[in-house]
């Protein structure tokens, strides 16, 4: 099964990084307040960007390494899945 890691652009322009085995219906539930504690006060959110994984240990290390960037290296990310 594979996994993926995502970033979602809230409301106020922030970003927030997760990982899910199921993109769509994770960014549903985000949407509907049933996400994570931090999107539930920043709706709507919008995904901006994803990658697979291949297991969910690997998809949980790329998403905290994500989290540690800055937000102009999170940025570039955006833009470099956008070509």
Known sequence: MPY???L???RDQSLYCGYTSDLGKRVAAHNAGRGGRY???H???KLVYSE???TRL???RREREIK???RKKKQALIEEKRK
Request: glycine share 4%; aromatic share 14%.
């Open 43 to 45: 709706l709507p959110v």
């Open 8 to 10: 979602l652009e809230c």
């Open 52 to 54: 697979k994984a291949r």
């Open 4 to 6: 993926f890691v995502y």
């Open 58 to 60: 690997q998809a949980m």
């Open 68 to 70: 540690g960037y800055s």
């Open 39 to 41: 999107t539930r006060t």
